[in-house]
């Protein structure tokens, strides 16, 4: 079996089939070869790929043209309880909360999952690191502090500025 890297994500392939790390990343490696195929074959025509059938991927882009990465808290007053992750698309991503893209994962409970705060950063690491800060804490009072405190927020930037060397772009809270 071969194991390879493309863009941060996951991807084996042996004789009989592909395994990728997740759907999305499926979508992606399959963007990037379709338009590797294009280009190798004559770069000078568009090709017989219609446009807009590839669909974008934020990821690609984020990688290419430095997007902001963003970590986000979503709330679910169904099952009364805060979710906390990162992604580039924070629209697309609540819909797939909302749709249980992801089965088996723990926001696949509910369906009313809106958001409730997103912090930018410039890249995914860094969105990872706060992710990860903000998940350690274990603590609700924390996260809806976060959430209604200007004040706290100010201390959020500086706190993940001098512990993990990290420049929040920008605070957004939404509820």
């Known amino acids: 079996m071969t194991k390879i890297h493309i863009f941060g994500c996951r991807y084996w392939k042996n004789e009989k089939k592909d395994y990728f790390c997740s759907p999305v990343c499926k979508n992606e490696v399959g963007a990037v070869a379709q338009s590797v195929e294009q280009w ?3 770069p000078c ?6 446009p807009h059938t590839t669909k974008r991927s934020p990821n690609l882009e984020a990688f290419f043209y430095g997007m902001p990465y963003f970590v986000y808290i979503i709330f679910s007053k ?4 805060f979710y ?5 698309d924070v629209e697309e991503r609540l819909m797939q909360h909302n749709t249980a893209f992801f089965r088996g994962a723990s ?29 350690d804490m274990k603590s ?12 706290y927020q100010d201390y959020f930037k500086d706190a993940i500025l001098q ?13």
């Open 40 to 42: 190798t074959e004559n």
């Open 45 to 50: 025509v568009g090709g017989s790929i219609p």
């Open 78 to 81: 169904k099952i009364n309880r």
């Open 84 to 88: 906390i992750g990162e992604t580039v």
């Open 107 to 135: 926001t696949s409970k509910a369906d009313d999952w809106e958001f409730r705060i997103q912090i930018s950063l410039a890249n995914r690491q860094e969105a990872r690191q706060v992710e990860r800060y903000i998940k």
């Open 140 to 151: 609700r009072k924390m996260i809806e502090r976060l959430i209604h405190d200007v004040a």
């Open 163 to 175: 512990k993990k060397g990290i420049k929040i772009l920008a605070i957004q809270a939404m509820g």
